[in-house]
């Protein structure tokens, strides 16, 4: 079952993602994006994944997909939540 708080979300589809001059991430509030990107290291693709709740918390991973990077992000959530 879906968490609540994942179905208020906007998506940014794999485009370049958002960061300040720091790097940090611009994801806003109650919202996901990703980038997939090549990995040289590992020499496959690769998804850099961020979520922000809706309290202002930032959930990022990188994973071989975004099924698995919002897998992470769902498990989080539920320990987040206990």
């Known amino acids: 079952m ?3 708080k994942t179905k208020l ?3 940014n589809k ?3 993602m958002k960061t ?3 790097g940090t991430s611009q994801c806003k509030k109650g919202e996901e994006s990703f980038e997939v990107f090549y990995s040289n290291a590992l ?3 690769m998804v850099q994944y961020d ?3 809706l309290d ?3 959930f990022s991973v990188v994973k071989s997909t975004l099924e ?3 897998a992470c992000r769902d498990e989080w959530l539920l320990k987040k939540d206990k």
């Open 2 to 4: 879906e968490n609540q």
């Open 20 to 22: 300040d001059i720091n």
């Open 9 to 11: 979300l906007t998506i």
């Open 68 to 70: 698995k990077c919002r």
């Open 51 to 53: 979520f922000r709740t």
């Open 43 to 45: 020499k496959k693709e």
């Open 56 to 58: 202002g918390e930032l």
């Open 14 to 16: 794999g485009g370049k």
